[in-house]
Every structure is written in C-alpha cells, then in structure tokens.
Nanobody
Framework: QVQLVESGGGLAQAGGSLRLSCAASGRTFSTYTMGWFRQAAGKEREFVAAISWSGDSPYYSDSVKGRFTISRDNAKNTMYLQMNSLKPEDTAVYYC?????????????????WGQGTQVTVSS
C-alpha cells in the first residue's frame, strides 16, 4: 500500500493561487492513477480531480474545471494540484488518494491510501 503526504495548504485571498503537493512512498507510484478530494466543514468529501499514471486524460469536477490543474512528476513520486482563481467555497481540507476502481470514477469508495490532508482556507 502506498503512503501519501499532502502539503502546500494555507491561507489565500479570493482570486489567489495555491499549489498542493502529494508525496508518495514506494516504487510503484508511477503505475497508479491518483486523485484529489476535498472536505469542507460539515460536508461530505467530494472529488476534485484525478490523473492517470502517465499524466494523460486528467478529469475534474465541474466546480474546479478551468481553475485547477492536476499534474504529476513520477520521477519525484509526487502529484500536484495547482489552484488558481480561488473562491471562498474552495475552503476545505484537501486529500490525495489512489484510484482502485475504473478510470473516471469519482466516488471516494473507489480510492484508497488516503493522506492526512492539508487545510486550504480562502478569504473573501
């Protein structure tokens, strides 16, 4: 099982940017599809974006499409989430995870090996 550690969260103003990182342990990171989720206070965890092992065909939730970009560097065992044009509603704890189900799945039950999360707070 891969171990994941998120970083890069913090406080940003509306319209600003943040870049999250997800560092993975182990030598098989490059074979996995990986994804980002977020969970706002009092709400269910929701899918944000995912990327294949090769970096092809990333897919996004409608709420972040056009503002967030998912990428990965397999040589560094790291996945990224570049978040631009941030909105207060992007405030949440952001998690990375590994996809175990079919590609284009977005339910959290299809993912495993969750990291501990990193807090993103966007002020208006």
């Amino acid at each position: 099982q891969v171990q994941l550690v998120e970083s890069g969260g913090g406080l940003a103003q509306a319209g600003g940017s943040l870049r999250l990182s997800c560092a993975a342990s182990g030598r098989t990171f490059s074979t996995y599809t990986m994804g980002w989720f977020r969970q706002a206070a009092g709400k269910e965890r929701e899918f944000v974006a995912a990327i294949s092992w090769s970096g092809d065909s990333p897919y996004y939730s409608d709420s972040v499409k056009g503002r967030f970009t998912i990428s990965r560097d397999n040589a560094k065992n790291t996945m990224y989430l570049q978040m631009n044009s941030l909105k207060p509603e992007d405030t949440a704890v952001y998690y990375c995870a590994r996809l175990r189900g079919a590609y284009y799945n977005t339910h959290q039950s299809d993912f495993d090996s969750w990291g501990q999360g990193t807090q993103v707070t966007v002020s208006s």
